[in-house]
Nanobody, 113 residues
């Protein structure tokens, strides 16, 4: 069965960095787009970044220049490098395969001021 498992979340001070990982299992997603979303407390789930099969990327305006999405198809893993974190980045971060409507269970990122 296809699964997405996120890791790498935690507590960090403002200005710090974290790298999230999303490992896929059950099948390979090398040709499919992979995305990160996030959901802050009391808010809707929002788009963060996407990487398509060819490696092209797109980002939400709020994270451009600070976050970088990448993928290692050999490891079936998608990453989200988050730099210069801000308190407003606090959220549960979810990995997603848009074509399949597949979601992970999320990893919590908390940024203290």
């Amino acid at each position: 069965q296809e699964q997405l498992v996120e890791s790498g979340g935690g507590l960090v001070q403002a200005g710090g960095s974290l790298r999230l990982s999303c490992v896929t299992s059950g099948r390979t997603f090398g040709t499919k787009s992979m995305a990160w979303f996030r959901q802050a407390p009391g808010k809707e789930r929002d788009f963060v970044a996407v990487i398509i099969g060819s490696g092209g990327t797109n980002y939400a305006d709020s994270v451009k220049g600070r976050f970088t999405i990448s993928r290692d198809n050999a490891k079936n893993t998608v990453y989200l490098q988050m730099n210069n974190l801000k308190p407003e980045d606090t959220a549960v971060y979810y990995c997603n395969v848009p074509d399949l409507g597949l979601w992970g269970k999320g990893t919590l990122v908390t940024v203290s001021s």
